[in-house]
């Protein structure tokens, strides 16, 4: 009988899990694989502190645009309407569509390297066939299905962890380097902007969208739930639900990202390569766990995050232009339901196409697309924060004072990483 309430206690647990899982397995895209292994190959151990800050942080704001979505039943761009001119609001949308589509880029491209690695060819070929993949999973694969597909599909990125496990490490060294910051690191003319993209590629402008937008769906699809401002009733196991998903998804998330740092420093760093220049540089730091089946499983790792991440990335930048224009939008739609959100996410993923095809260096592509997400990420946190603290759109529920300070922690970090990489750039590094 205890073991029986242990398995449902564990289903149940399961089932709480959702977009806030989602989005922290999405935030260890391609793209986040490429900088945590450019900073673990490039500093070492030297950066690995960065992990224990933008946890709190990562956590915060994504509860903050969790709980905007829930309780208002909008997604962050209608919000974002209510208290700002409509020039602004499009701006940061269309800021947020071309970070997004470089990105996809970006992923796409790493993506189609690693099937090289594995099959040989043309890598554009196989670029393509992935967005096309991607494009009819999210156009045809009914809304609930897919969330549970994308659940499991976050399994992937334990790969890493596995890493860690088999390398013989220095654990002084790594705790060092994880609770305090080398000063020699900090003063090379690459650190600030790794750090930017460190914070830019866990702390992303889509996550927001994206998490916020998938609460609204979660209400949508439940007939009994209710925006929280109309139905306060429900608000205490629904914010329950949504700190739990949220502390787990960003911890998975930060788990992943230490493990690649960790394994880039204890091999590739250790052995005198502080350059990643393709994916089959990245690869090598997986060598010794895996062994003669390395590119096997970075080729996995890259696939299957960028399998997960392309959804989101454009999912996020068609809810953001659709709430903008009061279109109909959500994944559960059929493409002729919803033909303007499904053509912005079309042309997301096939501009990320042209991108691929423009013969950018994808390793590179990566690492400065979350540099621009990281510059980005300002104007929209600042938004959000102004929009989760005031009554007239949170009504009872705005954010709670240890929120709010966090909330805003994690942007004055945001705000001064980036200040700091300009006048590094502007001084000449």
Known sequence: MTSLRRRIRSVALVEQ???????????????GIATYSQSGAQFGYGLLWTMLLTYPLMTAIQLVSAEIGRVTGRGLARNMHKIMPPAAVNTLVALLFVANTINIGADLAAMGASAQLLAGGGAHYFTVGFAVASLLLQMFIAYKRYVRFLKWLTLVLFAYVAVVLTVKLDWGQVAHGLFIPDPA??????????????????????????????????????????PLKQAPEQARPELRRIKLDTFVGMAVSNLVALAIMIATAATLHASGQTTIGSAADAAKALEPAAGPFAFLLFALGIIGTGLLAIPVLAGSAAYAVGE???????????????????????????????????????????????VINGVIAVPMMVAMMIVVSRPDQMGRFKARP????????????????????????????
């Open 17 to 31: 899990l959702g977009p806030g899982l989602v989005t922290g397995a999405a935030d260890d895209d391609p793209s």
């Open 185 to 226: 690191v900090l003063k090379s003319k690459d650190a600030v902007t790794t750090i930017v993209a460190i914070l830019g590629t866990t702390i992303s402008p889509y996550l927001f969208f994206w998490q916020a937008a998938q609460e609204v769906e979660e209400v949508a699809h439940d007939d009994e739930a209710r």
């Open 324 to 370: 903008t224009r009061g279109w109909k939008c959500g994944l559960d739609n059929k493409p002729w339901e919803a033909v303007g959100f499904y053509t912005v996410l079309g042309a997301a993923t096939l501009l990320g196409v042209g991108i691929d095809l423009a013969r950018i260096d994808p390793i590179k592509a990566l690492f400065w697309s979350a």
């Open 402 to 429: 240890l929120l709010k300070t966090f909330g805003w922690l994690a942007t004055a970090v945001m705000a001064a990483a980036s200040l700091a990489m300009f006048a590094d750039m502007a001084l000449g590094g």
